[in-house]
T-cell receptor, first 113, second 116 residues
Framework: EPEVTQTPSHQVTQMGQEVILRCVPI?????FYWYRQILGQKVEFLVS????????KSEIFDDQFSVERPDGSNFTLKIRSTKLEDSAMYFC???????????FGPGTRLLVL | AQTVTQSQPEMSVQEAETVTLSCTYD???????LFWYKQPPSRQMILVIR??????QNATENRFSVNFQKAAKSFSLKISDSQLGDAAMYFC?????????????FGKGTLLTVNP
């Protein structure tokens, strides 16, 4: 069964550094999402992306965040200058159509020191 | 704004028994979807079951079933014949059904322990 994959599984970075989290969607999926989960808290929506444009973003998704699909397969989340509070699990989710079920990747655990 | 509330931070069940996890939500929309996701210790989010609001029939997936009460805005998950592998954090989630922007809104989760 096709799955969403994410790399890396874990990343440790220093505060102020840039990180890029990668997601490979299920092949026929067109709608992409990033969510994050700070340890012990609920999963929060960050951004949705379709047709090379952001569809919606939350208040968390400030100017330090960006998303793109550089090569038609990977879907990336970039954090330009990481802060301690960016430490979280970041989940990519994809859907074939906008109204269809979102399938989640295994997540990237980001630790900012 | 939509909100999802899970009032049970933790629940436990004996292996082979039945447990029900509660979820309530608040929305002014009539077209929406509700989901239960499971997050085992590996922390991957796994879809357990999905319910369309326009369907009166409760969704069922093997040992997992829901009790969807639209008027009460309640969406509980029943796990029958609980197995050790069911131990996980369970999240209830809401998503609008029409228009655009189909982000998921999650509750805080219920940690389910299965005792042998």
């Amino acid at each position: 069964e096709p799955e969403v994959t994410q790399t890396p599984s874990h990343q440790v970075t220093q505060m102020g550094q840039e990180v890029i989290l990668r997601c490979v969607p299920i092949s026929n999926h067109l709608y992409f999402y990033w969510y994050r989960q700070i340890l012990g808290q609920k999963v929060e929506f960050l951004v949705s992306f379709y047709n090379n444009e952001i569809s919606e973003k939350s208040e968390i998704f400030d100017d330090q965040f960006s998303v793109e699909r550089p090569d038609g397969s990977n879907f990336t989340l970039k954090i330009r200058s990481t802060k301690l509070e960016d430490s979280a699990m970041y989940f990519c989710a994809t859907a074939r159509q906008e109204q269809e079920t979102q399938y989640f990747g295994p997540g990237t655990r980001l630790l900012v020191l | 704004a939509q909100t999802v509330t899970q009032s049970q931070p933790e629940m436990s069940v004996q292996e082979a028994e039945t447990v029900t996890l509660s979820c309530t939500y608040d929305t002014s929309e009539s077209d929406y979807y509700l989901f239960w996701y499971k997050q085992p210790p590996s922390r991957q989010m796994i879809l357990v079951i999905r319910q369309e609001a326009y369907k009166q029939q409760n969704a069922t997936e093997n040992r997992f079933s829901v009790n969807f009460q639209k008027a009460a805005k309640s969406f509980s998950l029943k796990i029958s014949d609980s197995q050790l592998g069911d131990a996980a954090m369970y999240f209830c989630a809401y998503r609008r059904g029409g228009g655009s922007n189909y982000k998921l809104t999650f509750g805080k989760g219920t940690l389910l322990t299965v005792n042998p």
